[in-house]
């Protein structure tokens, strides 16, 4: 999980989902409503293979150009195989907000924080939000 932009992008604590010994594992539609897979966060890896993740992260949203906030899926095999990146949260309970916890954000300053990002972005909604223009 990454937020900001630039040179203030932070990478979120890694988050894990316990698959219960099965790699293959998924969570369907039904399955998070009714049975989600645990999250553990920060996630029970080494602290080196942490960071690696982090960074391959942050590069990763640098590299697609994207803005203010992602969720970056990378699933660990002996090569560190980037799975997919999803640019939104998936509500509440979802695992960008978990990590955000983790980082001791609420949901409530989670969100804040990311329209804070977008905002920063376009100086005329800063000065309106801020009562000052931002350089």
């Known amino acids: 999980m990454v937020v900001e932009n ?13 698959l219960g010994g099965n790699p293959e594992a998924i969570q369907t539609t039904f399955l998070k409503r009714h ?5 553990i966060c920060s996630a029970q890896i080494p602290e080196s293979t942490a960071k690696k993740m982090q960074e391959i992260s942050k590069k990763v949203f640098n590299i697609l150009e994207l803005r203010d906030y ?10 560190d195989t980037f799975r997919e990146i999803k640019p939104q949260s998936s509500g509440e309970t979802g695992s960008f907000i978990h990590s955000a916890r983790a980082a001791g954000l ?7 924080k990311i329209l804070k990002v977008a905002v ?6 800063w000065e309106e939000y801020y009562g000052f223009r931002q350089d």
């Open 6 to 18: 630039g040179k203030d992008l932070t990478a979120l604590p890694v988050l894990e989902f316990d």
């Open 35 to 39: 049975r989600p897979i645990r999250k």
């Open 106 to 112: 609420d949901f409530d300053q989670t969100v804040i």
């Open 120 to 125: 920063k972005r376009y100086p005329e909604l």
């Open 70 to 79: 992602a969720r970056v899926d990378l699933r660990m095999d002996e090569r």
